[in-house]
């Protein structure tokens, strides 16, 4: 038996030869209490070094790859969005670059603030005092999206999640449970979703104890752990 992350990887296992009864999907699992911490909104001030007071915190977290759509967001979906939107990037990777220069081609200097490499507790920080975690990924021929650990970790720290519907997103995200899925690279749809979400408050006020309660029961290592443990027992009997 092989074991994937992803439905995705599967799909790709698959046409590459691999026989689809060797192939068994198990999510990835994460420690739901590791990363959660309290904070305010006066820490994530200090962070940002704004004020948020009538602010609409995005987020996104995470290595910087061209697949993110962190620059594809910039350019289609922040100039659509109302001023009181602000977007916060917290990562470095191979696409800084471009991300950058989206920044500064939309004159977005303002509205998102780009952190660069963090520290675990910053991360936790921001997790913890967001508003919303947007994984807008786009489609890159040769460099798929397995799962998205990072829209499970952030859902344990009760950050509600919007994400492109989209290879190992499709997995990580279970719609109106942990977070909500949008078609890629559709920028109205982002816009109207984000816009929806927010329209009787934070959806961190109102969905994440939901999200933190599903992640729990749903990626928990322990439960993630009785998935491998049932297959292994499998194989050996």
């Known amino acids: 038996k092989l074991i994937a992350v992803g439905n995705e990887t599967i799909k ?33 001030e ?4 704004i004020s948020t007071q009538g602010k609409k915190i995005l ?5 910087l790859a061209r697949r993110k759509g962190v620059a594809w967001f ?11 939107y602000v977007y916060v990037i917290a990562g470095d990777g191979k696409d800084k670059e471009n991300v950058a220069s989206a920044i500064t081609e939309q004159k977005m200097e303002n509205r998102v603030l780009s952190l660069g490499y963090v520290t675990d507790e910053v991360r936790n920080t921001l997790w913890a005092t967001c508003d919303l975690f ?10 798929m999206e397995g799962f998205g650990i990072s829209v499970i970790e952030a859902g344990a ?17 279970k719609e109106g449970k942990n977070g909500f899925l949008v078609q890629p690279e559709n920028p109205e749809a982002f816009v109207t979703r984000i816009n ?10 109102i969905f994440g104890q939901q999200v933190r309660d599903f992640v729990i029961e749903n990626y928990q290592w322990q439960n ?9 027992t499998k194989v050996i009997h």
């Open 134 to 143: 947007v994984q807008p990924n786009i489609k890159i021929a040769g460099d």
């Open 157 to 173: 720290c009760r950050l509600p999640v919007l994400a492109s519907d989209l290879e190992g997103l499709k997995d990580a995200i």
């Open 46 to 49: 200090k962070i940002l070094g």
């Open 59 to 63: 987020l996104t977290s995470g290595r």
């Open 224 to 232: 993630i752990a009785k998935q491998y443990l049932s297959e292994i």
């Open 74 to 84: 910039i350019r289609n979906v922040m100039p659509k969005l109302s001023a009181e």
């Open 12 to 44: 790709v296992a698959v046409e590459k030869g691999v026989a689809r009864e060797k192939l068994v999907f198990i999510p990835n699992g994460v420690d739901t209490e590791k990363n959660l911490i309290e904070a305010s909104r006066a820490d994530l």
């Open 196 to 205: 929806e979400l927010f329209a009787n408050g934070s959806p961190r006020e």
